[in-house]
Nanobody, 125 residues
Framework: QVQFVESGGGLVQPGGSLTLSCIAS????????IGWSRQAPGKEHEGVAC????????HYLGSVEDRFTISRNNAKNAIYLQMTSLQPNDTGVYYC??????????????????WGEGIPVTVSS
């Protein structure tokens, strides 16, 4: 059974940092394209970051490119998203995902086969 366990979300003040973790079970992440996406209240779901399985290239939403870092640890079967300089418009539910396609689409929002349940991130003073 494919499953993701997400952790690391919560409430943080503007300018703060969080690291999201996503541990997969039921399959090996090694050969999958992986990504993080989010959905803010009243807004569309959007891709945030992605790593292509083809060449390991990373792809970011423009507004997070200098602040967020996506990474993977194949030994731990895990995906991470380090978030710094968080802003109120980063608030939303964040989802990890994995896809069999060897390329990123929509910065990780499209073409994925397996999804986490989502973890809330709130940036507020």
């Amino acid at each position: 059974q494919v499953q993701f366990v997400e952790s690391g979300g919560g409430l943080v003040q503007p300018g703060g940092s969080l690291t999201l973790s996503c541990i997969a079970s039921g399959f090996r992440l090694n050969y999958y394209t992986i990504g993080w996406s989010r959905q803010a209240p009243g807004k569309e779901h959007e891709g945030v970051a992605c790593i292509s399985s083809e060449d390991g290239s990373t792809h970011y939403l423009g507004s997070v490119e200098d602040r967020f870092t996506i990474s993977r640890n194949n030994a731990k079967n895990a995906i991470y998203l380090q978030m710094t300089s968080l802003q109120p418009n980063d608030t939303g539910v964040y989802y990890c995902a994995a896809g069999k396609a060897d390329y990123c689409s929509g910065n990780g929002a499209n073409g994925m086969d397996y999804w986490g349940e989502g973890i809330p991130v709130t940036v507020s003073s």
